[in-house]
């Protein structure tokens, strides 16, 4: 098994290249049919041979751990036999975030329930985490006690978000997280201001940053996608990708490390009829041509 290069989150040593989910769970950030198709194709084989493509790599985490998806749980867990690697389980809570002894009681039994699939670094999705994100004071209300909560049930706390104010301000008030998803890619899909100030923002984290649709859903090449991300982000920062087959996961493997290793990638290509004059002549043709 090779090695992908290293990063820390908190007490875990992890591979910079992430397992991205949205693929496995049938979120394709595209359309309800492309959804749907995704849900109809993967089950749990299928997801751990995805899954042990990555982890023979030396790719030993993932992105996507949650109580309702069992058969991505269950995929994880054959992955881990398949290539004798454990995996660490990034999960993304939605809390209840109402301010209440209720609410509270319902973020325990939430929390219980991701500690239960083994979650190892619990992040409150960004539909909890930016609801609580109060520009007026600098601050993200609640999640010092949230953070508390994660730790209690022995889970390494970070934030998912999609505001780049929320790593800011959870650097200021030193709240309790080891580690910050965001996303960002080359055309700003689905970012909420410029790339350029994402970017500054990820270089001037106190943490590691976790960046996720770099190929803007299925919007840009690999090539592309990843070749800004692994450029334009720090040693201790991570990728996040998704994929939909086993051959996928391999050219993702293989483009991120031609790029971090500065060397072409050793990839065969899509082919189609228009892109016959740019290929080279079989040996062959070279010795017949006069």
């Keep these: 098994m090779s090695s992908f290069p ?34 109809d194709r993967q089950d ?13 790599a030396g790719v030993n985490i993932t992105l996507g751990t949650r109580p309702d998806a ?30 209440t002894p209720q609410g509270y009681d319902n973020t325990a039994r939430i ?3 991701y500690a239960e699939v083994r979650t190892d670094i ?37 934030l998912s978000t999609h505001m780049p104010e929320t790593p800011i301000y959870a650097d200021e008030t030193n709240l309790d997280v080891e ?22 923002m990820i270089w001037r984290c106190r943490k590691p940053v ?16 990843l070749g800004f991300a692994w450029a334009t982000i720090r040693q201790q920062d991570l990728v996040a990708v998704g994929c939909l087959t086993p051959d996928e996961a391999r050219e993702v493997i293989e483009t991120s490390l031609a ?9 065969e290509l899509q082919k189609s009829r228009s892109k016959a004059s740019v290929e080279e002549a079989s040996p062959a043709a070279a010795v017949a041509a006069p």
């Design 111 to 113: 929390l219980d329930s």
């Design 6 to 39: 290293r990063t820390r989150i908190g007490r875990f040593e992890v591979s910079r290249l992430v397992i991205g989910s949205n693929w496995f769970l049938g979120f394709s950030h595209q359309s309800k049919a492309k959804d749907d198709f995704i849900k």
């Design 44 to 56: 749990r084989r299928h997801i751990a041979e995805i899954v042990t493509v990555f982890a023979k």
């Design 70 to 99: 069992p058969h991505f749980n269950q995929a994880i867990e054959d992955a881990e036999q398949a290539a004798g690697v454990r995996i660490i389980r990034v999960g993304t809570p939605h809390l209840d975030i109402a301010d």
């Design 122 to 158: 619990c992040m409150p999705h960004q539909c909890s985490t930016d609801a609580l994100v109060d520009r007026h004071t600098r601050t993200i209300r609640q999640m010092d006690k949230y953070c508390a909560m994660i730790r209690q049930r022995h889970m390494t706390p970070g």
């Design 259 to 267: 790029i971090l290793e500065r060397r072409a990638v050793n990839l």
């Design 179 to 200: 580690t910050y998803i965001q996303i960002y890619n080359a055309i700003g899909f689905l970012m909420q201001i410029e790339v350029s100030w994402v970017n500054r």
């Design 210 to 225: 976790l960046t996720i649709k770099p190929l803007a859903a299925g919007r840009l090449e690999p090539i592309v996608g």
